[in-house]
């Protein structure tokens, strides 16, 4: 069961997964399913502890054959994925309401961005302290932004939806896990333990049965 989560966390689809298990041990891509969706609240569990400032940027993606913007947050010491946002515009409100979020779970920190009009306007609104990055910081979050996408387009950065004006439930479920996927697997050389030993110990710290 870890195995299986953990695969599909390091890139698979639900259907590879299962196909992976067949001859170990078969099991169907919606039983796979089951047992990722709990994992989302493990993402309050295991998450930054020391966070000195915000890095945000957004991209572009599509839900449902409709345009969505993705809002990303990244702390660049701990290179710890802080949080995201999914909106269908990119404008101040929306802004604000993506760094409010992170002040939530955070509290206040200083706020780094390539200078785009709605966040210097939404921290001035916040009361937050901003500034643009610099080389170093501006290149760490591309790549961070970059490997959010380089994983997004195993969708074409397309996530299928058959709802008109989708919510984004199905959207956030998935960017929920991949968030914990990159803050506990791919920053595993931090711990001692293996990716797969830590995640049960995590589950059973958490009192989570899948």
């Known amino acids: 069961m870890l195995y299986a989560v953990y695969i599909y966390f390091q890139g698979l689809s639900l259907r590879a997964v299962s196909a992976y298990l067949e001859d170990i041990c078969p099991r169907s891509s919606v039983l ?5 969706q709990p994992l989302s609240r493990l993402n309050d569990y295991f998450t930054a502890r020391r966070v000195r400032c915000f890095l945000v940027d957004q991209t ?4 449902g054959g409709q345009e969505a913007w993705l809002w990303l947050a990244f702390e660049p010491y701990g290179r710890f994925f802080l949080g995201f946002y999914l909106s269908r515009t990119r404008n101040i409100l929306t802004a604000e309401l993506f760094l409010q979020g992170l002040i939530d779970r955070y509290g ?3 706020v780094y961005s390539d200078g785009a009009d709605w966040y210097p306007a939404a921290c001035r609104s916040l009361g937050l302290e901003h500034h643009v990055y610099d080389v170093l910081r501006s290149n760490l979050m591309e790549r961070f932004v970059q490997y959010v996408k380089d994983r997004t387009e195993g969708f074409d950065d397309y ?3 058959r709802r008109e004006r989708c919510r984004f439930e199905h959207v956030n479920g998935w960017l929920s896990y991949y968030m914990l996927s990159f803050n506990l697997f791919k920053r595993r050389e931090a711990f001692k333990s293996s ?3 830590l995640l049960s110990q995590i589950i059973r710290l958490s009192l989570i049965h899948i």
């Open 60 to 63: 572009w993606i599509k839900v």
């Open 32 to 36: 796979v399913w089951r047992w990722v």
């Open 159 to 161: 996530f299928p939806c």
């Open 195 to 197: 990716p797969i030993i």
């Open 108 to 110: 206040r920190r200083r």
